[in-house]
């Protein structure tokens, strides 16, 4: 069974950059033609998708936040990484990484990390 | 893309149904019959509990259905049980690759 695990500093200050790191076990991220996001939630609110990767290097962002996000994939270490620019307050959310059902790009999202809490705060 | 229209709250008493809709557009739902649903529990991760439409992952009870129309979505659940209690979003496949998440709607059971 895949398990995801996400990474990063819990604190970032307004204007810098937010990084975040999905380790994947239990499978390697370059088989099949799975799909891997980075999905996050303000607290007390919902679900927004920020983007996705495939093994191939082919990604896909949420047109509100692509000029800020950038997702990338270490095949050599099984993770995938978020890189998000330019952070406000409005950043601050609970960050998931997951892994789509299937190795079609409809699949959903269906595996999911437990969350990691990132603050944006001076 | 916008997020997709759900009601912000539902509920029922145990043993009764209950329908969340989502709403979107021609571009989203209307588009494609790529719509899937999650439950999600206080301080959890979401859990799929619905995929294209109307099909069900390992281990979810048939308990909850799909359906769509043009370009609104539903989720029914029946037999409400107080574990049911929780929030469920829906997502479509969008274009360009992309997807696109409800607002959310929390469900009650009385």
């Known amino acids: 069974q895949v398990q995801l695990q996400e990474s990063g500093p819990g604190l970032v200050k307004p204007s810098q950059t937010l990084s975040l790191t999905c380790t994947v076990s239990?499978?390697?991220?370059?088989?099949?033609?799975?799909?891997w996001s980075w999905i996050r939630q303000p607290a007390g609110k919902g679900l927004e998708w920020i983007g996705r990767?495939?093994?191939?290097?082919?990604?896909n962002y949420n047109a509100s936040l692509k000029s800020r996000v950038t997702i990338s994939i270490d095949t050599s270490r099984n993770q995938f990484s978020l890189r998000l620019n330019s952070v406000t307050a409005a950043d601050t959310a609970v960050y998931y990484c997951?892994?789509?059902?299937?190795?079609?790009?409809?699949?959903?999202?269906?595996?999911w990390g437990q969350g990691d809490l990132v603050s944006v705060s001076s | 893309q916008s997020a997709l229209t759900q009601p912000p709250s539902a509920s029922g008493s145990p043993g009764q149904s209950v329908t969340i809709s989502c709403t979107g557009t021609?571009?989203?739902?209307?588009?494609?019959?790529?719509v899937s649903w999650y439950q999600q529990h206080p301080g959890k991760a979401p859990k799929l509990i619905l995929y294209?439409?109307?099909k069900w992952p390992s281990g979810v009870p048939d308990r909850f259905s799909g359906s769509k129309s043009g370009n609104t979505a539903s989720l029914t659940v029946s037999g409400l049980q107080a574990e049911d209690e929780a929030d469920y979003y829906c997502?479509?496949?969008?274009?360009?690759?992309?997807?696109?998440f409800g607002g959310g709607t929390k469900l009650t059971v009385l």
């Open positions: 997951a892994r789509s059902r299937g190795t079609s790009g409809f699949d959903p999202p269906e595996y």
């Open positions: 239990g499978g390697s991220i370059s088989s099949g033609t799975y799909y």
């Open positions: 990767i495939f093994a191939s290097g082919t990604t």
């Open positions: 021609s571009s989203d739902v209307g588009g494609y019959d790529f």
């Open positions: 294209e439409v109307r």
């Open positions: 997502i479509s496949y969008a274009t360009s690759g992309n997807w696109v």
